[in-house]
């Protein structure tokens, strides 16, 4: 059953993630170098065993020295992607960057061929090995006869692998960076949206509390022991709201026990004028609702309607789902009273707190709940507010499907 969760009692702030390069395994990548370039090396001599002009070298030495060469690049390959990681090809630098690139590419090629010619040819066929040079191959002539084109087109792809490499690292660190800056702004949403919560509380508190020591001032001299009944409810309704603690939600039959201490005291101070009504399904009081939404309703009916009757005031408290018949999706909590009515009916009215629960409301479901004050059918005014309706349960099942 779909149903928004409160937001968490300040929660901790995230662990800041370990950085991309960090969590990248230099290990696993030398291991990925060493078996592609053991692959590239076994793909090159069954390429030649399989020529049909003949094996070629495809000897002893022949395979020694295939074997020579891919490990040379095994080695040197990880010194490229560190090259092509500290220098990478940004637009300011671009022409120095490609320079520099290159001329490490060159001398590594005339390197290799160097090596390959003057020093594993000889070592490897001492009496007569194909492609001898006459006189021994030096750099010079390396560079002059460009005889380095094949191990410079080899660099060449090392380093734009180096520079591919290098890319999806810096985009990876961008992704832990913008996942890690996402999880700060969603704690500090959620501490703000706590605080913002707290503090409507703390507002709503004290404005209850000083209705209700107004009532006993004015019952104080003509009715002793109705001022003993109202300190006695008063204390249960302080227990309430300290027991409650930072708890934003609570069912709706700890709601219903609050407010009826609560109308304990209006009776009192009514004197007998005051009747209410109450009409809640049984299953519905573990739905959750938010704490001290219903006693500034019945306030607001009290102060503003029935209070400002002569005869007896009537308060009717009812709840139900929508859609009616089907799975409840909407709790939908209404308060009617039979004063006056509204002067001016713009469905949005209300004193400080009504207009706490309707930010408490918006804090806590946004757009997902409203409150509205519209003329009752016969007299009087309703206040209604709906909001998702779901359960501790209902909570409960959803962060276990959230794990």
Known sequence: MPAPLPPPPAPAPPAPPASARGAWSRAGERAVIAGFWALLGALTVIRRVLDPRGPGTVTGPGVALVLCEYVLWALVTPGIFALAGRFPLEREWLGRRLALHLGVAVAVASVFEVLKRGLFFPLLFPDSYPGAPTPPITPGSALLHLHFLDELVICLA????????????????RQVE?????????????????????????QLNPHFLFNTLHAVSALVERDPGGVRRILARLSGLLRHVLDAGPRQEIPLRAELAFLSDYLDIQRVRFQGRLDV????????????????????LVENAIEHGVGR???TGCIELEAW????????????????????GLATHDGRGGGVGLAN???????????????????????GVVAEVEFPYHTADDLRAAAVDGV
């Open 178 to 202: 913008a996942a890690r800056l996402q999880a700060e702004a969603a704690n500090l949403t959620a501490q703000l949206s706590e605080a913002r919560l707290s503090a409507l509380r703390m």
């Open 158 to 173: 090392v380093l734009a692998a180096g520079f591919a490499r290098d890319s999806f690292l810096r985009l990876r660190e």
């Open 321 to 340: 789902c929508e859609p009616i018949g089907g799975p409840p999706q909407r709790l939908v909590l209404a308060v009617r009273d039979n004063g006056p």
């Open 309 to 311: 009757l002569e005869g």
């Open 277 to 296: 009504t109450e009409r809640v399904p049984p299953e519905l009081l573990d739905a959750l609702v938010p704490n001290l939404l219903l006693q500034p």
């Open 357 to 379: 629960t309707r930010a408490r409301l918006d804090a806590l479901y946004g757009t997902a709940a409203d409150l509205t004050l519209r003329p009752a059918p016969g007299g």
